[in-house]
């Protein structure tokens, strides 16, 4: 049963249970919306163009606002900054909503409507997850990360599927409503978060960015895991490459490109079932070099079984496909414990005084890196092949976490420190 997933926090931790539920229910409403907003693009316009507006729409202010609120997000009361972007948060999605109902502002709107709400997300969400460390000290900061992916990895499975199923009854107006209503299990999990005022450092302003990103440069295992994640995701992202693979290989039938987006959601929730076999371990700096070695493989011999000209014919359609799904699921396990054990080196390391801004810089890696990583192999590929890209890609990945693993033995040799350890330094403040 240590295999399973640790429940230990959700049992004995009622603040947490409590965000844990809300964020839960919201993130799977926010499948709802995402899966609106391509689909409302793509129905309006038919531009593939326009919906990869989309994607420049989220990624900018994601990096910029994340950058911006790394210079008062640990000068100010948490709690309150969160609650204040999720509520402009749900005013966003009711505005969507009303614009696809009406049609009034039409696609423009959208767009913008989608920057606004992912520029809220960039300041609420490193104050949102700022409390995780406060909340589950030693031992439990791990199954609690993992908790919170297996939420979102659910999400991702089950989100699009029952949004398209909406879209096809109800109209796509309905998703955005649905997406709006979520947003108030968040409210109701952020509620019950302490509140005051982060012990920080110095001043807000330029000063306090400077200070975050001098800290996170300083100290070697928050450098190392930020790099790993970026190795991965730069380097190796394939879901820009999903389309061209399935072209390459099955004559770009559309039920089988949905498989893959599966694949790899299905790979991360098992993995997350199985989380007991990764927080458990004393060392996660080591898993997360081991995870991104292993997703790095995957995509690689993808990319091998996609270039290589004999391998349909030997073994058929059929187990084509079943390869090329087994290696993505194969991904996504990996890049599921790699996350958490991410969340685990950087959390457990980084003082209260400076987690806010440590934490802007992990959403920058983990959520723009994918797509500047997305970018890379639609250029790569471009110029060469899809099962090129994804070649090129893994090894270039694999190399870049073998030279961070030598160049930084403080993230192979991070261990979590004890409950006691971390009490006073994490709660301090609050």
Not at 219 to 242: H, K, N, Q, S, Y
Request: aromatic share 6%; proline share 5%; charged share 10%.
């Amino acid at each position: 049963m240590k295999a399973l997933v640790d429940l230990r926090p959700l049992r004995e931790n009622r603040t947490f249970r409590r965000l844990w539920i809300g964020s839960t229910a919201s993130g799977f409403g926010g499948q709802f919306g995402a899966f609106a907003s391509v689909y409302y693009l793509w129905d309006t316009t038919h531009s593939a163009a326009v919906v990869g507006l989309l994607g420049l729409a989220i990624a900018a202010p994601l990096i910029v606002l994340s950058l911006v609120g790394s210079a008062f997000i640990d000068h100010v009361d948490r709690r309150r900054l969160a609650l204040r972007c999720t509520g402009g948060q749900i005013l966003v999605s009711a505005a969507t909503t009303a614009v696809v109902f009406t049609g009034a502002g039409g696609v423009p709107a959208v767009l913008g409507l989608a920057a606004a709400g992912s520029a809220l997300g960039a300041l609420g969400g490193p104050a949102r997850r700022a409390f995780i460390p406060a909340l589950l000290a030693g031992d439990r900061l791990a199954p609690g990360l993992a908790l919170n992916h297996l939420s979102f990895q659910l999400a991702m499975l089950l989100g699009p599927a029952a949004a398209g199923a909406l879209t096809a009854v109800a109209g796509v107006g309905w998703c955005f409503a649905f997406d709006t209503l979520t947003f108030g299990a968040a409210l109701i999990g952020l509620a019950g978060l302490p509140s005051g005022v982060a012990a920080a450092e110095g001043r807000a302003g330029l000063r306090a960015v400077r200070a975050g990103l001098a800290y996170a440069a300083r100290t070697p295992e928050v450098r190392g895991a930020l790099l790993a994640d970026l190795a991965a995701t730069l380097f190796a992202m394939p879901i820009a490459l999903f389309p061209v693979v399935n072209a390459e290989l099955f004559g770009g039938r559309p039920e089988i490109l949905g498989l893959f987006t599966t694949a790899l959601a299905a790979g991360g929730v098992t993995a997350s079932v199985l989380s007991g076999l990764a927080t458990r371990r004393p060392r996660p700096g080591r898993l997360m070099l081991a995870c991104g070695a292993v997703w790095a493989l995957a995509l690689g011999t993808l990319g091998l079984v996609t270039v290589g000209p004999a391998w349909p014919g030997a073994v058929g359609m059929a187990g084509t496909l079943g390869v090329v799904l087994l290696l993505i699921a194969v991904a996504g396990a990996a890049d599921t414990w790699a996350v958490v054990a991410r969340g685990t080196v950087v959390q457990s390391t980084t003082p209260n005084a400076y987690l806010g801004r440590v934490s802007a810089l992990e959403a920058i890696a983990g959520q723009a890196g994918p797509q500047l990583g997305n970018l890379r192999a639609g250029l790569v590929a471009s110029a060469t092949s899809g099962g090129a890209a994804l070649a090129i890609g893994g090894a270039t990945a694999l190399a870049a976490t073998a030279l961070i693993a030598v160049s930084t033995p403080a993230l192979r040799r991070f261990t979590v420190p004890t409950e006691g350890a971390l009490t006073g330094s994490y709660l301090h403040g609050y």
